[in-house]
């Protein structure tokens, strides 16, 4: 069952509502409309998956940090996986338990270290200097640390370089030969930290299970060595990065039962606690970016469908090329001739599109287009380019109404940052 559906006379519905209906009773800009419910079921889908193992779903907050999200995330039974002193402050903010929450990030500062100690969340390590930060830490916070050794384990994700994370030119994690190192230096500083498991992230948009598999069998291989040095640990944290059907195409992809399947034997072979950082998987395919077209040209060889959504609601194709699906909110007229069109918005850049050489009818004027899958990093990473101001969100509910979760940013929101200065 999933939220966005197009009825047989060609309209698009997102639990029981008619997008182009939601159009008119809200404002008249882009927006995020999510399922609450499809929420609900993509949690539900890792928690049945991870059935009979001892385990933490750690949503990785820098997909979507909407505080309504994130509560209703919480409230499921989500931990949260943090990269920024702001993320875990919001986390704290949604009521996560801290004990459940894992800071990553290969650049993290002293400052947001001692947040993370005071509130005894898992930290992990990333460098040399990431580790002398993580003591600093706790000797200012006055805790012992639990820390993961973030591993990069040199498995090739086979995504796209920029979400690329744990091949060995990565900027992330520490590579096996300095493995002892590390261990000598957690022994140095028994004082301050506890180290309590292994980490990895190979990166994001993965489609393969057997890379996660191949990744947790070097994973469960470090564990032992750790473990004979006299280390108890006991978490196995294999990170994010299980991939979306963004293609539409009815294409068979791996969830998140597959993914913990192809683990489960090595976690419980070894008596470990399993950790993982789902983002996209738990929130991509809950949300579209609702846009109208604002008009149809054509230049040179190229048509264009000219929307009020653009690059800075919505930066993936731009940035990563990548494809989301892309389609009309209600049936056109019947003469509505087909043709090849690129979605584009009205920023001052060529890098600003939706979708390339995309099949539609030719729309008109004020028509409901909207951009599939765009729960996971479309609002997280939005910006406010050319004065567009972030788009306000929706969600529909469990009984099937309509409610704004964060409204849009609006022109004097810009103005205020200067008052006074
Ligand atoms: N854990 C760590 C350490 C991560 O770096 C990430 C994502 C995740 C978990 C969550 O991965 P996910 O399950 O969402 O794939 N902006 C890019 C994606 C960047 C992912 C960064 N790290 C995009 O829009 O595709």
Redesign the pocket.
């Known amino acids: 069952q999933h939220c966005f559906t197009k009825s047989e006379d060609g309209y698009l519905y997102c639990e029981g509502n008619k997008v182009q209906d939601v159009m008119e009773i809200v404002e008249k800009r882009p927006f995020y409309l999510y399922s609450k419910p499809q929420i609900t079921r993509n949690v539900e889908a890792y928690k049945e998956a991870l059935e009979g193992l001892n385990s933490i779903i750690g949503y990785?907050i820098?997909?979507n940090n909407n505080l309504k999200i994130l509560e209703h995330l919480r409230k499921l039974g989500c931990g949260a996986?943090l990269?920024s002193g702001n993320e875990l402050k919001l986390a704290l903010h949604a009521g996560f338990d801290p004990t459940r929450c894992v800071f990553?990030g290969n650049g993290k500062i002293l400052e947001d270290l001692v947040l993370a100690a005071k509130e005894g969340v898992f930290v992990n390590i990333d460098s040399e200097f990431d580790l002398e930060n993580i003591v600093a830490a706790a000797r200012i916070a006055g805790k012992k640390v639990n820390v993961l050794l973030r591993i990069n384990p040199d498995v090739d994700p086979q995504v796209?370089p920029?979400?690329a994370?744990g091949n060995k030119n990565s900027k992330?994690g520490i590579r096996n030969e300095k493995l002892q190192w590390f261990l000598d230096a957690v022994k140095a500083h028994r004082q301050e930290l506890k180290l309590v498991g292994a980490h990895c992230?190979l990166?994001?948009?993965?489609t393969k299970v057997d890379i996660f598999r191949d990744a947790a069998v070097l994973m469960v291989n470090y564990i032992d060595e750790i473990r004979v040095q006299g280390f108890e640990i006991d978490y196995l944290n294999i990170?994010?990065?299980?991939?979306i059907d963004y293609y539409h195409t009815g294409a068979v992809l791996p969830s998140p039962r597959d993914l913990i399947d192809t683990v489960r034997e090595l976690v419980l072979s070894r008596n470990l606690n399993l950790i993982i950082?789902?983002?996209?998987?738990?929130i991509a395919n809950t949300c579209c970016l609702v846009n109208r077209v604002t008009g149809v040209k054509t230049n040179g060889t190229k048509n264009f469908v000219v929307i009020d959504g653009s690059m800075a609601e919505l930066i993936?194709p731009s940035?990563?090329g990548?494809y989301q699906h892309i389609e009309l909110v209600s049936p056109s007229s019947p003469d509505a001739e087909i043709s090849t069109f690129d979605v584009v918005g009205p920023v001052c850049e060529s890098a600003d599109f939706l979708g390339k050489d995309r099949e539609l009818p030719t729309p008109t004027s004020g028509a409901g287009l909207v951009v599939h899958d765009a729960g996971?990093?479309c609002m997280s990473?939005a910006s406010t380019y050319n004065l567009k101001m972030r788009p306000p969100e929706y969600w529909v509910e469990e009984d099937g109404s309509v409610s704004k979760i964060r409204p849009g940013e609006t022109f004097e929101d810009h103005l205020r940052f200067f008052e006074g200065l």
Request: glycine content about 18%.
């Open positions: 990785a820098k997909a996986v990269v990553n796209h920029y979400v994370t992330f992230h990166g994001s948009t993965i990170g994010g990065g299980l991939g950082e789902p983002g996209r998987s738990l993936r940035l990563y990548a996971a990093y990473m």
